[in-house]
């Protein structure tokens, strides 16, 4: 897959390549569905612009920087849940509300929409 950076970029990648079919991964990958990329596109105004997006065959979606190691961060979106795992895996999160989430990307990004 090559790299997209939007919510949008991607919806557009499911439709032209079968990511909103079962299976759609080679294995039993659930599809993206509308739900998840609506919920996702909320999120995405606090997710720093260098990230890089990819689509995830549990039905997630997850955004993560160009860090190798120890820099390596990850954001990742569920129908049901978020999830944030920082540097070197010391400092990850688990929420539930969005509006928690947003304030928490806000605050860890310094980032204001």
């Known amino acids: ?3 997209v950076k939007t919510i949008d970029e991607l919806r557009t990648y499911r439709d032209e ?3 909103n079919k079962s299976g759609w991964d080679g294995y039993e990958a659930e599809p993206l569905t509308d739900s998840l990329l609506s919920r ?3 999120i995405e105004p606090y997710v720093p612009k260098d990230f890089e997006l990819f689509p995830c065959g549990d039905q997630s979606v997850q955004w993560e ?3 190798e190691g120890e820099n390596w961060i990850c954001i990742e979106v569920y129908i049901d849940r978020f999830y ?3 540097p070197d895996h010391k ?4 929420i539930n509300d969005f509006v928690e989430f947003k304030d928490f990307l806000k605050e860890k990004f310094h980032v204001e929409s």
């Open 40 to 42: 996702a596109k909320l």
């Open 84 to 86: 944030y795992t920082g």
């Open 1 to 3: 897959m090559s790299c």
């Open 91 to 94: 400092d990850s999160i688990e």
């Open 17 to 19: 390549h079968g990511l």
């Open 65 to 67: 920087n160009s860090g």
